[in-house]
Every structure is written in structure tokens, then in C-alpha cells.
């Protein structure tokens, strides 16, 4: 049987990691060739390159520190020169950096990386794969609830870096319609990664918004965006899917 995305080429940055880890799984699961991007981890990336080549994909790691400017441009390039095309584009690199708009000690310099990775590292990735996409390509970007709905303190910035990522890629979808390339976000609910860890003490609060009381498995935000990145979904752009468990 064929596989809904046999021959694709994807990208999936943040990949060495995480939720990425488990996409870039989901999309080889899929029939798809699958590059990722790391920061600073090679022996990881490696090790998830060498699990997806086992299901019979291509698969490669690229070094990429997309809150530098010129990063998101070269990783595509990199990409395309390595399997030829680009047909998939997962932004799924974030970090997450709590404080208080009011702390006086915090480290301006730091908050402000947060916005160089989540929102503009996001938009220089779209720009550059927005060149090279071909007819009926995607778009996915992972986002997060608080955009709509902050339900504890500290996390100002990091809600609007992902506030600013669902405009973004609405405005996006617009623009590249005409070659049928679809931009979406799929919302990520609470779930057991490295990201969340600074979180833990509020989980209580976190799950207790959720209408299914219990943080996300990798896999489930996973099956959303292949969902989103497969022809069954080329009718969807400009929206955001919540893969939540309810939050609200």
C-alpha cells in the first residue's frame, strides 16, 4: 500500500529532540524523506537519523541556530541541496524562557532570543521555504494555547512570540494559495518534554483547563501534523488545529 507522503521531502526543525523527534518519526512512519535541524546536540541528531533510515527513508541532520539571521536560509538551502526539493516545512524549534514582565532582574538579552527563535527564526523559515516549495507544498508550525488564553504568570513573551506566529502564518496561507501551498499551526498541549520543565509547578493549574485532565502524548501532536502535512488536508489552510486535550 502506498504511504500518504511516499517520496516527500520534509523538514522539521528542532528535530534532534522532543515532540521534533517524534514528527520527524511520524512523517518516515509516512513514506517520507526527513531532514532535521539541531542546535548544538550532533551525537542525538545522529542517532535519530540512523532510527529513520532504519524505516527505509532517507534521512540527514543539519546545524541550525535559526534565532541567527542568516540561519533558516542556509538550512534550506543545505536541504534542497541534499535531496533535491523541499515539499514538507514543520517549524517545531521553540524555546521557553519564563519571567515576569515586571522582574527586575530579568535578563533582557535572553527574553529577547526568545523572540529571535520563536517568531522571527519561524518567519525567515517560511521566507525561505516559501522560495523553493513546490505546487500543493505545507506549512506546519507547532504553537501553543497561550497565545489565546494565559492561565499563569511568567510566560508573557513566550505567548506573544506564539500569538505572533499564528498571524503570521495566516497572512502566509494568503499569500501562497495560488500554488495551493497550505499554512498551518497546530496548538501543542501540555506534554512531557524538556520545554516543559520549567512549567512543572503549574501543571495542576495547566490540566486542570483541560476538558481530557491529562498532559499530551508526543505521538497524538505528532498525528496532527502529519494529518495537516498529507493530501487529505489540502482543502485546510489558515487555521489553527488544537491538539490540546481541551484547553480553554
Not at 515532540?19 to 545522529?46: P, Q, T
Not at 515586571?102 to 517568531?119: G, L, S
Not at 489565546?148 to 506564539?162: E, I, L, Q
Amino acid at each position: 500500500m502506498t504511504k500518504k507522503l511516499e517520496g516527500k521531502v520534509a523538514l522539521v526543525t528542532g528535530g534532534s529532540r522532543g515532540l521534533g523527534v517524534e514528527i520527524a518519526r511520524a512523517l518516515a512512519d509516512e513514506g517520507a524523506n526527513v531532514a532535521i535541524s539541531y542546535v548544538a546536540s550532533e551525537e542525538k541528531a545522529a542517532a535519530v537519523v540512523r532510527e529513520i533510515e532504519r524505516k527505509g527513508v532517507r534521512a540527514a541532520a543539519f546545524q541550525a541556530d535559526q534565532g541567527q539571521q542568516d540561519a533558516p536560509q542556509r538550512l534550506v538551502d543545505a536541504v534542497v541541496k541534499r535531496f533535491g526539493k523541499l515539499d514538507i516545512l514543520v517549524n517545531n524549534a521553540a524555546i521557553s524562557l519564563p519571567s515576569r514582565v515586571d522582574d527586575p532582574n530579568a535578563d533582557i538579552d535572553t527574553m529577547e532570543r526568545q523572540w529571535q527563535v520563536n517568531a522571527l527564526g519561524v518567519v525567515r523559515t517560511i521566507r525561505a521555504a516559501a522560495k523553493v516549495l513546490g505546487q500543493g507544498g505545507r506549512i506546519v508550525t507547532i504553537g501553543s494555547g497561550v497565545w489565546h488564553r494565559v492561565a499563569f504568570p511568567g510566560v508573557a513573551d513566550y505567548a506573544g512570540t506564539k500569538g505572533a506566529v499564528v498571524s503570521y502564518s495566516k497572512g502566509a496561507a494568503r499569500d501562497l494559495a495560488a500554488r495551493e501551498i497550505t499554512v498551518n499551526v497546530v496548538d501543542a498541549g501540555v506534554m512531557d518534554t524538556d520545554m516543559a520543565a520549567p512549567y512543572l509547578d503549574v501543571r495542576p493549574i495547566l490540566t486542570s483547563n483541560l476538558t481530557i485532565q491529562r498532559v499530551g502524548r508526543l505521538e497524538e501532536i505528532a498525528a496532527a501534523v502529519v494529518f495537516l502535512a498529507s493530501p487529505a488536508a489540502s482543502y485546510i489552510t489558515g487555521v489553527v488545529l488544537a491538539a490540546d486535550g481541551g484547553y480553554g
